[in-house]
């Protein structure tokens, strides 16, 4: 009985599957360095925190059943360190291996680290094993930007500022190391994805916030298959088309996407800023957030008063269109046509014209910021304007 019981935990537990990248601030076009994670987990209900830790203030996405908060799943603090992850299933050896504390370590990060050094240093001075499989995107007001591919043992640094490392000066992961045993390699289908996606966009000199950020979440070319679903799309969303969904960047399980914005040289690190869109990436829409004195925040990512979020909550019920049958295996796959259509009134498509507005109006508020306004009167006035805008434009139910 002990070995299906076994399997059983592994399977459920490897439903933790991201997807990633960094990207060094030489490579970006305002020189400030990004790290991004499309989360994918089973508790698909999160909630946007902010919280005093030991040392200093930070943000951060967790799990709404989660009160304290315990795990901390990518976030930024008031010093301008930033942290995301990815699970990496070979990182403990060939057998693999699940583990527990991930998420306690970004959020003890998020309290006591300033710099990469600072992070490092924790890493180093962790008790042993670590109980960690992950492939940590870290940067910091200083300009660091690098992943650390972090087992129980210790921890291999890939810097996306090394050119014999990163010669376009970025990098990517999903839910394998490159440091780790290669012969159980997870997440392949989506690092292929990933990385394509990453090629075309320096090729077309894409490495900026608003493209990554509105692109990679809803991209629809499969990694493997090369299969790009809008090439033949249904003609409405009344022309029901079903069809197999496994494997891309957004996937049934995706809960958050999350694209923390680090500061260019000479900025203030409390310019840090982290791009959030809580809930299903593709019925979802970002918002910039950033610490301010009084740690307020947008109310509809935040809890209510059943705990969840409103926007995560309003996303959950557009995604059980798009994915309508539930029997068996059939939640691999979607009705095309509620996600997109030729006639533009698919999911992710009404979503994503909301979502420019609620961005048009958020650069416009970060500019303010970075320019000098009082930070907590700027971003209070646009949190005011986003709840009530998003609540007033939503898709309906």
């Known amino acids: 009985m002990l070995l299906p019981i076994v399997l059983l935990f592994v399977s459920v537990n490897r439903i933790f599957a991201c997807t990633s990248f960094i990207v060094s601030g030489r490579a970006t076009k305002d020189g400030r360095p990004m790290i991004f994670k499309n989360r994918d987990t089973g508790e698909v209900n999160n909630v946007v925190v902010v919280e005093q830790g030991e040392l200093y203030r930070y943000m951060g996405i967790t799990a709404f059943s989660d009160k304290k908060p315990n795990d ?32 306690i370590v970004m959020r003890r990060a998020l309290e006591v680290c300033r710099t990469l050094a600072d992070f490092e240093h924790l890493l180093d001075t962790l008790s042993k094993p670590m109980d960690v499989n992950s492939n940590f995107g870290v940067l910091d007001s200083e300009g660091g930007c690098s992943y650390y591919e972090t087992g129980d043992s210790g921890y291999v640094k890939f810097d996306a500022n090394d050119p014999l490392v990163a010669p376009d000066g970025y990098l990517v992961r999903t839910n394998h190391g490159l440091s780790g045993c290669r012969d ?118 935040q ?24 029997r068996g295996n059939t939640r691999n796959y979607i009705d095309l046509s509620k996600l ?58």
């Open 72 to 103: 901390i799943w990518g976030g930024h603090n008031e010093v301008g360190f930033a942290i995301i992850n990815t699970a990496a299933y070979n990182l403990n050896g060939c057998k693999g291996k699940d583990t527990d504390h991930d998420g």
């Open 303 to 326: 809890r209510d008063e059943t705990g969840k979020s409103w926007l995560c909550t309003k996303s959950i019920a557009q995604k059980k269109k798009v994915f309508s049958l539930s």
């Open 184 to 301: 159980i390699d997870s997440g392949v289908e989506r690092f292929m994805a990933i990385s394509d996606f990453m090629a075309e966009a320096c090729r077309e000199d894409h490495l900026d916030c608003q493209y990554l950020l509105t692109h990679v979440p809803r991209h629809l070319t499969h990694g493997l298959t090369k299969q790009n679903l809008y090439d033949d799309l249904p003609k409405d969303e009344k022309d029901v088309r079903m069809i197999p969904f496994l494997d891309f960047i957004p996937r049934y399980i995706s809960s958050s996407c999350l694209l923390v914005q680090g500061v260019a040289k000479g900025e203030s690190a409390s310019h840090t800023i982290s791009w959030t869109s809580i809930g299903w990436p593709c019925a979802s829409v970002a918002i910039p957030l950033i610490i301010e004195p009084d740690m307020t925040l947008p109310s509809i990512v």
């Open 340 to 397: 997109v259509n030729a006639n533009g009134t698919g999911i992710l498509q009404q979503t994503a014209v909301l979502e420019q507005e609620v961005l048009r109006h958020g650069v416009e508020a970060v500019g303010k910021v970075r320019k000098g306004k009082p930070v907590s009167e700027t971003l209070r006035g646009y949190y005011q304007w986003v709840d009530e805008y998003v609540k007033t434009h939503y898709p309906q139910d």
